[in-house]
């Protein structure tokens, strides 16, 4: 069974490709460059470097979010439309997951956490694979206060964190018992995107 992942909801798109559960290589594309920019070429040399076309690939998964509003429309869209034309399942993953699982095996809580900017995050709290919280929108220092002491903190929300979601993690997580699967995925954004708070600011300030 082979498995493309695919994350843009970070500042850096990643591509993996997995076969039989086992990661073949995972891609990064340019920093520098916009998503809309570099994720085909991306998805392309991966395939390409291990020797697979896109019509050899069984299963996509990608992260639905919460990051970046225009990276996870990005992803979604382009894995939505690959999956509709190979009429191939998708499996949708949450970024907050992807984090907590990039903190390898531990006993302890773990926290992941996605700056959203003036104070305020993404977060969700895992416990043995079990979610303790669900992904939510929350005010960084009360939310932080709340949580038990030996808590994991992972994400980017302070600068000794500093990890972001990888595609790599996506399959991991795609591959998990009780993941999402279904024939399109739908994009997880936890809050209103800055252009529509704003709009519903004028609105009612008219």
């Not at 086992?22 to 040399?45: G, N, Q, Y």
Request: aromatic share 4%; net charge negative.
């Amino acid at each position: 069974m082979m498995l493309l992942a695919l994350d843009t909801t970070a500042a850096t798109a990643t591509a993996a490709l997995f076969r039989d559960e086992t990661l073949v290589a995972e891609r990064e594309a340019d920093a520098d460059k916009k998503h809309a920019e570099t994720v085909l070429p991306l998805i392309d040399t991966l395939l390409e470097e291990n020797g697979v076309t896109i019509a050899q690939i069984d299963r996509f998964a990608v992260d639905i979010g919460p990051g970046s509003f225009t990276g996870v429309r990005i992803g979604v869209s382009l894995v939505n439309a690959l999956a509709f034309a190979l009429g191939k399942p998708i499996v949708s993953v949450d970024s907050l997951l992807t984090l907590a699982l990039s903190a390898g095996e531990t006993q302890k809580p773990v926290c992941a956490m996605i700056d959203a900017r003036n104070g305020n995050a993404y977060a969700a709290l895992y416990h043995s694979g079990r979610t303790i919280i669900e992904p939510c929108a929350v005010e960084i220092e009360s939310f932080c206060a709340k949580l038990p002491e030996d808590t994991i903190l992972i994400g980017d929300v302070r600068t000794e964190l500093k990890t972001f979601p990888r595609a790599a993690f996506v399959g991991l997580a795609a591959m998990r018992q009780g993941a999402q699967t279904g024939a399109e995925a739908e994009p997880l954004y936890l809050r209103p995107s800055q252009a529509e708070r704003t709009k519903k600011q004028s609105a009612k300030e008219a």
